[in-house]
C-alpha cells in the first residue's frame, strides 16, 4: 500500500480520480479544500457520476480490483483511486450513490491497511448526508465523493497567508495540469472541471473552472504542410505520429504550459482522448532549444503494446526499444521522414529568430484585440517595455472615425459606426478584428516616444480625413 502511486504529484493524483469521474460519465467534478480554523483539513473530489452501487463497493477499494472495462474506458489497472489516494494522504474515504440504490461508503486509513488490510464501513446515513449536500452540481440522482485526510502536502500551520498562498498556487498548478492532459475531453464538453475553497468561516467561494490547454492549438502553423502524418509499422501493428510546427516565438499559454518554451518539445501520447505524457522525445532524438517548436501528437487507442505501454501512474509512456526503430522508418505519404520533419522544426526556429531581430519592436496590443490576435503579434514582433495601446470605443461629438489619446495609450472608435461596421453581429470589447488591427499596425508608431513630432501629427490629420471619408462613403 506504501509502495504504489510513487510517482504521483498532487496534480497527477488528482487527474487519476478525474479520471474515474470521466469513466463515471459524470458531467461536472468539483474539487474542494476544506479549511477549518485557518488549517487545510482535507480534500473532496465530488461528481455526479453514475455513482457505485453497494455490491460493487468493496471492489472499488480492492487493489488491483479490476472490472470490465468498456472501449473508451480511461481506468484499466484497478489501482488508479488507491495509488493515487495514499501517494497524497493517510486517509481515504469512498462515499458513493447509484441510482436507486442506498448510498455506501468505506474508508481506509494507511495506519489500518499496515496491520489487517481491512477498510471500514461508514454508515450508510453518514454517507447519505455528505452526498445530499448542495455543492453546486446538477442534480443527477447519483454521485460520488473521494475525501482524503491527512493530506502530506497541506501546510502543518494555520497562518492566514501561509495558507492562501499554497491554495491559490496549488489550485493553479492543478488547472493547468488537468485543463492539459483532459483539454480534448473539456473541449468537446463531456465533462467540467471545477476547483473551490471552503472555510468553515465563509459561507461562499469563488469557483475556478478548469479551461482546455490545447499544446497544438496555435493559429497558424509554423511550416506550411505541416502538420504531417508519419506512421511507422511495427509487425501487425502501425502507430500514427502527427508532426506540428508550431510558429516561432510563441508567447501563447498553451505553447508555454507554465514552462520554458524547450521544455515542452516531443511527443504527446493520448490514450482515449486524455494526454498520458506532454512531451520527450523517447530516444528518437535528443531534447534541444532548437527543436522547441516540434511537438508530436501520438494516439495509443489501438493495440500498441509492442512498441510502448503506460505506467500504472498514467502519468508516462514507457517504449520498448522497438519503438525507436519503428520511428526511424517511419514516412509520411510523401516520405518525409523524423530527420526531416526535425530539419524543418529547426529551420523554422532559427528563421524566426532572425526574421524577429530585423524587425523593429512594437508596443504590444492591449485592450480590445481578441487573444489569439495578441498572441500572432507578439510571436511576430519584439515587444516594447511599455503600456500596451487599447482600442475602444465611446462617444464622439463629431464624425471623425478615432481619435488618438496618447495619455491613455488608446486609440478611440467612434461609436456611431460601430452598428454599422458589426452589421448583425454582437458588439463585444474583441469586436472587428480587421478594422482595429489595422488601425493598430498603421498607428502604432505615434505612441512611442516622449512627444508627438510635427510628423507624426501631421499623418494623424491625414488618417483621420481620409478614413473619416471612407467610413462615411461605407455607410452610404
Ligand atoms: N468517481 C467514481 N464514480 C464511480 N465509480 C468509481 C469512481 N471512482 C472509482 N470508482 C470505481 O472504483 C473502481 C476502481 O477505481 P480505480 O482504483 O481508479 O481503478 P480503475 O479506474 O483502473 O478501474 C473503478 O473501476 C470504478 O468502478
Ligand atoms: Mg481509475
Known amino acids: 500500500m506504501e509502495a504504489i502511486g510513487h510517482n504521483h504529484s498532487f496534480e497527477t493524483a488528482l487527474a487519476d480520480l478525474v479520471d474515474n469521474s470521466i469513466d463515471a460519465e459524470a458531467s461536472h467534478v468539483l474539487i474542494r479544500f476544506v479549511r477549518d480554523s485557518g488549517r487545510l483539513r482535507s480534500l473532496y473530489v465530488v461528481d455526479n457520476g453514475q455513482g457505485i452501487t453497494p455490491d460493487r463497493i468493496n471492489d472499488a477499494m480492492t487493489v488491483g480490483g479490476r472490472r470490465a472495462y468498456a472501449a473508451a474506458d480511461l481506468g484499466w489497472f484497478g489501482l488508479g483511486l488507491k495509488a493515487a489516494s495514499f501517494s497524497q494522504a493517510r486517509q481515504l474515504t469512498l462515499l458513493s450513490q447509484a441510482k436507486d440504490s442506498p448510498a455506501v461508503g468505506r474508508r481506509w486509513s494507511l495506519d489500518n491497511a499496515r496491520t489487517r488490510f481491512l477498510c471500514d464501513i461508514v454508515p450508510g446515513y453518514f454517507a447519505a448526508s455528505e452526498l445530499g449536500q448542495d455543492r453546486g452540481l446538477p442534480g ?67 469557483r475556478v473552472r478548469v479551461d482546455p490547454i490545447n499544446p497544438f492549438d496555435y493559429h497558424r502553423t509554423g511550416a506550411t504542410g505541416f502538420p504531417k502524418d508519419l506512421v511507422a509499422t511495427a509487425g501487425d501493428h502501425s502507430l500514427t505520429f502527427r508532426c506540428h510546427v508550431w510558429p516561432p516565438r510563441s508567447t501563447a499559454r498553451q505553447f508555454k504550459l507554465g514552462g520554458r518554451p524547450a521544455d515542452h518539445q516531443g511527443m504527446y501520447f493520448y490514450r482515449r482522448d486524455r494526454l498520458l505524457q506532454p512531451g520527450g522525445w523517447e530516444g528518437v532524438h535528443v531534447e534541444h532549444p532548437k527543436l522547441q517548436l516540434a511537438r508530436v501528437e501520438v494516439e495509443i487507442d489501438s493495440d500498441v503494446e509492442a512498441l510502448l505501454r503506460m505506467n500504472p501512474e498514467k502519468s508516462r509512456v514507457q517504449v520498448r526499444p522497438e519503438f525507436g526503430q519503428a520511428c526511424a522508418s517511419a514516412r509520411a505519404e510523401d516520405g518525409t521522414t523524423f530527420d526531416d520533419y526535425f530539419a524543418v522544426a529547426e529551420r523554422v526556429y532559427q528563421e524566426g529568430n532572425k526574421r524577429r531581430r530585423v524587425r523593429k519592436p512594437m508596443i504590444r496590443p492591449g485592450r480590445g484585440f481578441t487573444p489569439g490576435l495578441r498572441d500572432t503579434i507578439e510571436s511576430e514582433i519584439e515587444a516594447l517595455e511599455s503600456d500596451p495601446v487599447d482600442l475602444r470605443w465611446r462617444d464622439f461629438d463629431n464624425d471623425q472615425l478615432f481619435d488618438i489619446d496618447r495619455g491613455e495609450q488608446t486609440i478611440w472608435l467612434n461609436k456611431r459606426y460601430r452598428k454599422m461596421l458589426l452589421g448583425d453581429r454582437h458588439a463585444g470589447l474583441n469586436d472587428l478584428p480587421l478594422i482595429k488591427t489595422m488601425l493598430y499596425l498603421l498607428m502604432e508608431d505615434v505612441f512611442q516616444g516622449e512627444y508627438l513630432g510635427p510628423r507624426d501629427k501631421d499623418n494623424i490629420e491625414l488618417w483621420k480625413s481620409v478614413l473619416t471619408t471612407a467610413v462615411r462613403a461605407e455607410r452610404r
Open 140 to 206: 443527477t440522482g447519483s454521485g460520488t465523493i473521494v475525501r482524503w485526510d491527512e493530506v502530506g502536502g497541506f501546510p502543518a500551520t494555520d497562518k492566514p497567508e501561509q495558507v492562501e498562498q499554497f491554495i491559490s498556487r496549488k489550485i493553479s498548478v492543478i488547472a493547468d495540469h488537468l485543463g492539459l492532459v483532459f483539454h480534448r475531453i473539456l473541449e468537446n464538453g463531456r465533462v467540467t472541471i471545477e476547483i473551490d475553497v471552503q472555510d468553515a468561516r465563509f459561507d461562499t467561494t469563488s
